[in-house]
């Protein structure tokens, strides 16, 4: 809840003949300051271009949160000359950055998704909680198989935790026609603090 205490380094434009800006996307009832750790490892490996989003209202529907995507990475690439950007999502902000792919001229400004422990296929736990996003993420919503119906149209990395605690049955994380990379030991919000998976989202963004 203290976010404006918790500094993020402060992104820099990507310098001339950086493949993309990267944007994240915080899940469930978080907020862009979960990706602190995160952004502090990029920074530190020379990756200054890091932005990240708040997604409002927080029990709005994912495609409304993905049309907020789309316009903040529009923004993003408008302002600091840019023309293709990264979305790094994690649990439901990886279904918004799917979700972000179906607006009119993104699979062409989106480099590549990299999604982290994002229940693809829901999870049951989502039947505990209210909110129009949370319906969307329960086993056999409409709206997930639609999302599902499609192959990616972008490259898409998946991480999944064989141990989320969150994402129920735990093979819903893995997505069809993705790079999926399993983790052992890892619980839902732990991905997001884990050096594992800022190593691999390193090595995500140097193979672009």
Known sequence: ?????????????????APAAVLFIHGFLCNGGVWRPAIRYLYRKGIHHAYTINLEPPFGAIS???RQVTDYAEMICRQHGCERIVLVGHSMGGLAARACLREPGMTHRVAKVITIGTPHHGTVHARLAPGANVAQVRPGSAWLAQLNRADPPVPITNIYAFHDNLIAPQDSARLENAKNIGLAGIGHIALCFSPR????????LLSL
């Open 1 to 17: 809840p203290f976010e404006r205490f918790w500094r993020m380094p402060e992104p820099q434009a990507p310098a001339e003949g």
């Open 64 to 66: 409304r949160h993905g």
């Open 197 to 204: 998976v800022h190593e691999l989202l390193h090595r995500e």
